[in-house]
C-alpha cells in the first residue's frame, strides 16, 4: 500500500543533526536502550531528517499499519520525511510509525504513541497502561464524559472504525478517574463499552481488550467491565 504525503501541518525544519543522533540510537543493540536512550530518541526523532519505505505502509507483524520511515542513503539525495510530517496522516488513518537504520532493531511508535505527540505535544515514555477487568469493590472511582482535548475527534474517528471492524457496533466511552490510588500509574482509565457477551469466543473478548492499548497514549490503562457498570457516552 503505497500513499502520498501532503503535510497537513507546517512543517518547521527537518533536522539533519537529529537524524545523525536517530541513526547512532538504532545502532545500540535492543538489550541496552535503557531510560536514557528512550528519552534521547524521543527527544530526536520527531523532526530527524529521514526516508520513507518503500512501500510506505506496511502491516506489522501485530497486524496493525505502519508509516515505514528509514535512515536516508548515504551521500545521495532523498526526499525528506519525519514522524512530525507524517504525524497528521498517520493519526487520522490510524497508522503506526516505524524508524529503522542499517543496523540494530528498529524502533516502533504505536498510534498510541502517536496520538501524545499530536495531542499533548510530546511522547510519553511511560510503559504501556495495564488492563483491568473489573473495579475493586468499594472503589472511590469518578468517571466522566472524556473531553475532546483528551480523546481528540481523529482519535475516536480511528478507535470507531477500528471497533466496528471487530464487531462492536456504536461504541461508547466513559473516563475513569482513579480518586484514591486505584491500582498503579496512569490514574485515568477509559473504558469502552465492549463486553464479554459481545463475543463468542472469551479469547476473542481478551484480544480485543489486549489490542486497544496499541491505540491509547500510555497515560490511559483499559477498564474493561461487565455491562452495566458504568454509563456510557458515544465514542
Not at 530527524?48 to 536516508?72: C, I, K, N, R
Not at 511522547?123 to 483491568?132: I, Q, Y
Request: hydrophobic letters at 45%.
Amino acid at each position: 500500500m503505497n500513499v502520498i504525503i501532503v503535510a497537513s501541518r507546517p512543517v518547521t525544519a527537518f533536522d539533519l543533526a537529529k537524524t545523525e543522533t536517530v541513526v547512532r540510537l538504532l545502532a545500540v543493540p535492543a538489550e541496552a536502550r535503557d531510560d536514557a536512550w528512550v528519552a534521547s530518541f524521543y527527544a530526536a526523532a520527531p523532526d530527524a531528517s529521514m526516508a520513507s519505505g518503500e512501500p510506505q505502509v506496511v502491516h506489522g507483524p501485530d497486524g496493525f499499519p505502519y508509516f515505514m520511515l528509514t535512515v536516508p542513503p548515504v551521500g545521495e539525495g532523498f526526499s525528506a520525511f519525519s514522524v512530525n510530517h507524517v504525524l497528521d496522516l498517520c493519526t487520522e488513518r490510524g497508522h503506526g510509525c516505524v524508524l529503522s537504520g542499517d543496523g540494530g532493531a528498529p524502533w516502533v511508535f504505536t498510534y498510541g504513541n502517536l496520538w501524545s505527540l499530536r495531542a499533548f505535544g510530546s511522547f510519553d515514555t511511560r510503559p504501556p497502561g495495564a488492563v483491568r477487568r473489573e473495579p475493586p469493590p468499594g472503589a472511590p472511582l469518578l468517571t466522566a464524559s472524556p473531553s475532546d482535548e483528551l480523546v481528540p475527534p481523529w482519535a475516536r474517528a480511528v478507535l470507531r472504525s477500528w471497533l466496528a471492524f471487530v464487531g462492536v457496533a456504536d461504541p461508547g466511552v466513559v473516563l475513569v478517574v482513579d480518586g484514591e490510588g486505584y491500582g498503579t500509574a496512569p490514574a485515568d482509565w477509559l473504558s469502552f463499552s465492549v463486553f464479554p457477551d459481545q463475543f463468542d469466543d472469551p479469547a476473542r473478548y481478551e484480544d480485543v481488550m489486549n489490542r486497544l492499548h496499541w491505540f491509547l497514549p500510555p497515560r490511559f490503562a483499559v477498564l474493561g467491565v461487565q455491562r452495566g457498570v458504568f454509563e456510557y457516552g458515544p465514542l
